[in-house]
């Protein structure tokens, strides 16, 4: 299992959902990505498109107006 970070900082939505998406595609089952973002609406949309898709998703407000968004490729 591997883990991949993407950093979105200052990118609007739904950019980073849709860079995570690419990156995704290229990694295996059950690598993790770790998106970083600083726009609130990411936690919202990343989870309804891994429920969609059957990926497992995680928000993390980290509390000084950034989240770090986990998705496990199933």
Known sequence: MAV???NC???PCPIPLI???KE????DCGDILI????????GVIA????EQN????RVVDLENGEW???IQKP
């Not at 995704?24 to 990694?27: I, Y």
């Not at 998106?35 to 990411?42: A, G, H, N, V």
């Not at 059957?54 to 998703?57: E, G, K, Q």
Request: proline share 0%; with cysteine; net charge negative.
């Open 4 to 6: 991949r970070e993407l």
């Open 24 to 27: 995704l595609k290229a990694m």
């Open 9 to 11: 900082l200052c990118e």
């Open 68 to 70: 770090e968004v986990y």
């Open 35 to 42: 998106l970083r973002s600083d726009q609130s609406c990411i």
């Open 19 to 21: 860079k995570a998406v």
């Open 47 to 50: 989870e309804e498109w891994g």
């Open 54 to 57: 059957n990926y497992l998703v």
